[in-house]
């Protein structure tokens, strides 16, 4: 661990410090006690349950993929209604917490320039960066012109403190009058969802960068987990999101746990998304056999000793020629398409034939992959 001593005695950011304190101390003691005392309506629990929704879906969907990623558009209404439930967060504004974000991508793992960097511990990347002023966490807005020209940001950023407390305490003590429970819609829907969905979304930056697989890329510490994935909105599929960040999804596979994902997809029916970025299959499967290569050959190095080696390390580098054939055709192929609407010449039957090709050239990485597998095993 590299911990620059500038950074072990930076000061304390006492906002922070009060607001993380004093949300936990509510739900440790006033929560309890008023449980005990008065019981929370059903209509406080489903208060709750939208206000995490609605606020999670705000981070991960609006914050992080919208606008840290611009991994799709959206329609006023959904960005007015991000911009809203993520004050409600209290992660700060979109403007800081996506330029933040773009700085945790570009210099991930870095132990002075990640503003969360796993390096300094699973305590600093999950809280703790945010409780002292630290120099990596300083604010620096030239890697968000985009988001400072955006006047619905901008507003959001100059007005935060407001919104977060009318959204914070306002709303629920409104609408709990409303339903003759201003208190329990304001410790449930309020403090208690506040603490949960803090510790669910800094999960990300924490549990996200230790615990789980690496099928992407292991330049970085960032992991693919399921487990993590159902309980951060589907942000848990870290080591494709480092990998493929402009992709709208996280969980690239169908069946893969991603809430955030489906809420795209589905606003996207409804015409409130558009332009949904997705990374080429082909891409997808070229990353992961790169990996299998790599996992390979350091167990081919285990087994340099014994008399399996010479063959299975022929059968090895075959299949790399055979991997690099098949990436060069496919970048062949990607030079031809482009020329082609270059020239406009991209009518139905040349279009549907190269996507023939390019399936197949996926399916030949594909299949590759079942053969690096079998590989891998006999090498155990
Ligand atoms: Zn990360
Ligand atoms: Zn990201």
Same mark, same amino acid.
């Given at each position: 661990?590299?911990?620059?001593?500038?950074?072990?005695?930076?000061?304390?950011?006492?906002?922070? /410090?009060?607001?993380?304190?004093?949300?936990?101390?509510?739900?440790?003691?006033?929560?309890?006690?008023?449980?005990?005392?008065?019981?929370? #309506?059903?209509?406080?629990?489903?208060?709750?349950?939208?206000?995490?929704?609605?606020?999670?879906? #705000?981070?991960?969907? @609006?914050?992080?993929?919208?606008?840290?990623?611009?991994?799709?558009?959206?329609?006023?209404?959904?960005?007015?209604?991000?911009?809203?439930?993520?004050?409600?967060?209290?992660?700060?504004?979109?403007?800081?917490?996506?330029?933040?974000?773009? /700085?945790?991508?570009?210099?991930?793992?870095?132990?002075?320039?990640?503003?969360?960097?796993?390096?300094?511990?699973?305590?600093?990347?999950?809280?703790?960066?945010?409780?002292?002023?630290?120099?990596?966490?300083?604010?620096?807005? #030239?890697?968000?012109?985009?988001?400072?020209?955006?006047? %619905?940001?901008?507003?959001?950023?100059?007005?935060?403190?407001?919104?977060?407390?009318?959204?914070?305490?306002?709303?629920?003590?409104?609408?709990?009058?409303?339903? @003759?429970?201003?208190?329990?819609?304001?410790?449930?829907?309020?403090?208690?969802?506040?603490?949960?969905?803090?510790?669910?979304?800094?999960?990300?930056?924490?549990?996200?960068?230790?615990?789980?697989?690496?099928?992407?890329?292991?330049?970085?510490?960032?992991?693919?987990?399921?487990?993590?994935?159902?309980?951060?909105?589907?942000?848990?599929?870290?080591?494709?999101?480092?990998?493929?960040?402009?992709?709208?999804?996280? @969980?690239?596979?169908?069946?893969?746990?991603?809430?955030?994902?489906?809420?795209?997809?589905?606003?996207?029916?409804?015409?409130?998304?558009?332009?949904?970025?997705?990374?080429?299959?082909?891409?997808?499967?070229?990353?992961?056999?790169?990996?299998?290569?790599?996992?390979?050959?350091?167990?081919?190095?285990?087994?340099?000793?014994?008399?399996?080696?010479?063959?299975?390390?022929?059968?090895?580098?075959?299949?790399?020629?055979?991997?690099?054939?098949?990436?060069?055709?496919?970048?062949? %192929?990607?030079?031809?398409?482009?020329?082609?609407?270059?020239? #406009?010449?991209?009518?139905?039957?040349?279009?549907?034939?190269?996507?023939?090709?390019?399936?197949?050239?996926?399916?030949?990485?594909?299949?590759?992959?079942?053969?690096?597998?079998?590989?891998?095993?006999?090498?155990?």
């Amino acid at each position: 661990m590299n911990v620059s001593h500038a950074s072990v005695r930076a000061p304390f950011n006492w906002p922070a /410090v009060v607001m993380f304190t004093l949300t936990t101390a509510v739900v440790l003691t006033v929560l309890p006690w008023y449980a005990l005392n008065f019981a929370f #309506s059903g209509a406080a629990w489903a208060w709750f349950a939208f206000c995490m929704v609605a606020t999670g879906l #705000s981070i991960t969907g @609006g914050y992080h993929r919208l606008w840290a990623h611009r991994a799709y558009q959206a329609r006023l209404p959904l960005r007015l209604f991000y911009l809203l439930f993520g004050a409600m967060a209290l992660q700060n504004s979109v403007l800081v917490w996506a330029s933040m974000h773009r /700085v945790h991508h570009r210099y991930v793992d870095d132990p002075e320039r990640d503003p969360y960097s796993i390096r300094r511990g699973f305590w600093f990347a999950h809280l703790g960066w945010m409780l002292r002023d630290y120099s990596s966490a300083r604010l620096d807005f #030239s890697n968000a012109r985009d988001l400072q020209d955006d006047p %619905l940001v901008a507003f959001q950023h100059r007005h935060y403190l407001g919104l977060a407390l009318g959204m914070n305490l306002g709303l629920p003590l409104l609408v709990g009058a409303l339903f @003759g429970d201003p208190f329990g819609f304001l410790l449930l829907g309020g403090f208690l969802r506040l603490v949960i969905n803090h510790h669910l979304t800094f999960f990300i930056n924490s549990l996200a960068h230790t615990w789980g697989r690496r099928p992407y890329t292991a330049d970085n510490t960032a992991r693919d987990n399921d487990l993590v994935a159902l309980f951060t909105y589907g942000e848990g599929y870290h080591n494709f999101h480092h990998q493929f960040q402009w992709d709208y999804r996280n @969980g690239v596979r169908w069946w893969q746990i991603d809430p955030t994902k489906w809420w795209i997809a589905a606003c996207a029916a409804l015409g409130l998304t558009h332009g949904l970025k997705r990374v080429p299959e082909f891409k997808i499967q070229r990353a992961m056999l790169q990996r299998q290569f790599e996992r390979a050959r350091e167990r081919l190095r285990a087994c340099a000793t014994t008399g399996r080696f010479a063959v299975l390390h022929r059968l090895l580098e075959q299949e790399l020629e055979a991997f690099s054939a098949t990436v060069n055709e496919w970048t062949r %192929l990607q030079g031809e398409r482009f020329e082609a609407a270059r020239r #406009s010449l991209a009518d139905h039957w040349s279009h549907s034939e190269l996507r023939r090709r390019l399936q197949t050239l996926e399916r030949a990485l594909h299949d590759q992959r079942r053969r690096l597998r079998l590989l891998h095993l006999q090498a155990a």
